[in-house]
Nanobody, 122 residues
């Protein structure tokens, strides 16, 4: 049974930074794509970032380029999302996702975490 457990969310002031982590279990971590989505109140869930199984490829939503960085540690079965220069509009529940493909960019990921709340205040 695949489990994705996010951590690192919280309250931060605009312009600040947070690092989200997602620990995966029940899967051969080094063979799967990992990513992040987010959903703000009253809005649709949207793609944030993805990283290929070996970390060699990444893909970002335009609204987070140059502010967020996705990375992974295959030895720790963990993916990270470093978020810098946070804006009010980054407030959302952030979901860790995984797909069994080595490299996948899409909306239909195989596995989803329960989410972690990120709140950016002024």
């Amino acid at each position: 049974q695949v489990q994705l457990v996010e951590s690192g969310g919280g309250l931060v002031q605009a312009g600040g930074s947070l690092r989200l982590s997602c620990a995966a279990s029940g899967v051969t971590f080094s063979t799967i794509t990992m990513g992040w989505f987010r959903q703000a109140p009253g809005k649709e869930r949207e793609f944030v970032a993805a990283i290929s199984s070996n970390g060699g490829a990444t893909h970002y939503a335009n609204f987070v380029k140059d502010r967020f960085t996705i990375s992974r540690d295959n030895a720790k079965n963990t993916v990270y999302l470093q978020m810098n220069a946070l804006k009010l509009e980054d407030t959302a529940v952030y979901y860790c996702v995984a797909d069994t493909a080595a490299w996948y960019i899409g909306r239909n990921y195989d596995y989803w975490g329960h989410g972690t709340q990120v709140t950016v205040s002024s």
